[in-house]
Nanobody, 119 residues
Framework: QVQLVESGGGLVQPGGSLRLSCVAS????????MGWYRQAPGKQRELVAS???????TYADSVKGRFTISRAYAKDMVSLQMNSLKPEDTAVYYC?????????????WGQGTQVTVSS
């Protein structure tokens, strides 16, 4: 089992910045990638950004150039620096850890943190 604890959400004005952090604990040796998803009201959960153990990145087109994901492997932590925030970035942001075993794989999720971009 892996537990994920997020921090850093809140209310920010358009054009502002926020930094989200997520710390993993438990069986972290099984993690192959960590990332962030978000879900706005009435919409499906979508990938924001992810980073694999080998260092490869994936970003949603809507956040490229504005968001930066980083990972501190020694601390089992993943962070998301969000700049130039827009109202459409408003959502609950979830930390994700993808794990893999010999014959199975799956995902762990954090509890979610609210990000609201509004003037």
């Amino acid at each position: 089992q892996v537990q994920l604890v997020e921090s850093g959400g809140g209310l920010v004005q358009p054009g502002g910045s926020l930094r989200l952090s997520c710390v993993a604990s438990g069986s972290t040796f099984s993690i192959t990638a960590m990332g962030w998803y978000r879900q706005a009201p009435g919409k499906q959960r979508e990938l924001v950004a992810s980073i694999a153990n080998g260092g490869s990145f994936t970003y949603a087109d809507s956040v490229k150039g504005r968001f930066t994901i980083s990972r501190a492997y020694a601390k089992d932590m993943v962070s998301l620096q969000m700049n130039s925030l827009k109202p459409e970035d408003t959502a609950v942001y979830y930390c994700n850890a993808h794990w893999a075993g010999l014959t199975r794989d799956g995902d762990y999720w954090g509890q979610g943190t609210q990000v609201t971009v509004s003037s």
